[in-house]
């Protein structure tokens, strides 16, 4: 077996524990009858914040507070900020949890994290498995910064091994500005409604002048050619996006284009 494999195997072992799934809430861990059925993002937009469930604890106690909250949020902010500080110049990879280590994206992923790291660059992901997991591995594996922003889910909880520099939130806005403030280049690989959501999180900040220009790569000309063509086809076209809004979207269908790509906008 080689070392990859054998380390693969050790990784999916320590998923289990006999008290059964591990939930991460920010910093704090939990299992069994700790689990939480509902997540922080849902708790602090529900309209009836007495009936929040704690996770162990009571509905409507003072954790629960918005006061209380306001600061839980800072702390992630205060705990973000102090991590990645010192990052330098990085590249952020976006896309789908649900690819397997078998599949050709993964391989491509994994090469764009490598690639990224031979440039002196950190990579940048959301921590998890599937495309994170492969950029992570590639970065990680050629000597690089590899970058995990983990969030509070339901599943697909665990940072995953290739991470050497990582940290969990329980916000989701709290990760998206990590993202946004700490990448000067954007490489979005095949994904769904999450790495949709991110994709367009970044264009409407450079759209409206609230972040500086990045470069937007997407990967795999093939997966996001009708989003494209929607873009400039009906919406452009109907006047309620600017043709320039969609130029600032490149494709590439190789890793080495991607990350030559994404590097040459940086200096803009």
């Known amino acids: 077996m080689r070392v990859d494999e ?3 195997d050790k990784n999916e072992q320590q ?56 600061l839980r949020i800072q702390s992630e902010f205060v705990e973000g900020f102090d991590a990645l500080a010192g990052l330098g110049p990085a590249m952020c990879v976006f896309g789908s949890a649900r690819v397997g280590r078998d599949e050709k994206e993964y391989g491509d992923a994994r090469r ?22 492969a950029v992570n591995r590639g970065a990680a594996e050629a000597g690089g910064i590899s ?9 697909e909880q665990r940072l995953n091994s290739w991470v050497n520099l990582g940290m969990n939130f329980r916000y989701f806005f709290v990760r998206k500005l990590m993202f946004v403030k700490y990448s000067s280049a ?30 937007v790569v997407l990967y795999d000309s093939a997966y996001w050619k009708g989003l494209l063509d929607w873009l400039r086809a009906t919406v ?3 006047g309620l996006i600017k043709t320039e809004d969609v ?3 490149v494709m590439a269908d190789t890793p080495e284009d991607a ?10």
């Open 112 to 133: 764009i994290g490598t690639l990224i790291a031979g440039e002196g660059l950190a990579a940048i992901t959301g921590g998890g498995p599937g495309i994170m997991e």
């Open 186 to 215: 954007i490489i979005v690989c095949p994904g769904g409604f999450g790495t949709l959501d991110e994709m367009f999180e970044i264009l409407t900040l450079v759209q409206t002048n609230k972040t500086s220009p990045k470069t």
């Open 147 to 155: 970058v995990g922003l983990g969030i509070e889910l339901p599943h």
């Open 15 to 70: 998923t289990d524990s006999p008290l059964g799934q591990t939930y991460h809430r920010g910093s704090v861990l939990m299992r069994g009858s700790q689990i939480p059925s509902h997540t922080s993002d849902e708790n602090l937009l529900r309209a009836d914040p007495d009936s929040v469930d704690s996770g162990g604890g009571h509905a409507g106690d003072w954790r629960h507070a918005d006061p209380w909250r306001v």
């Open 259 to 268: 990350v030559q790509l994404a590097k040459a906008g940086m200096g803009r």
């Open 6 to 8: 054998d380390h693969e």
């Open 247 to 249: 130029d600032r979207i």
């Open 236 to 238: 452009a076209e109907r």
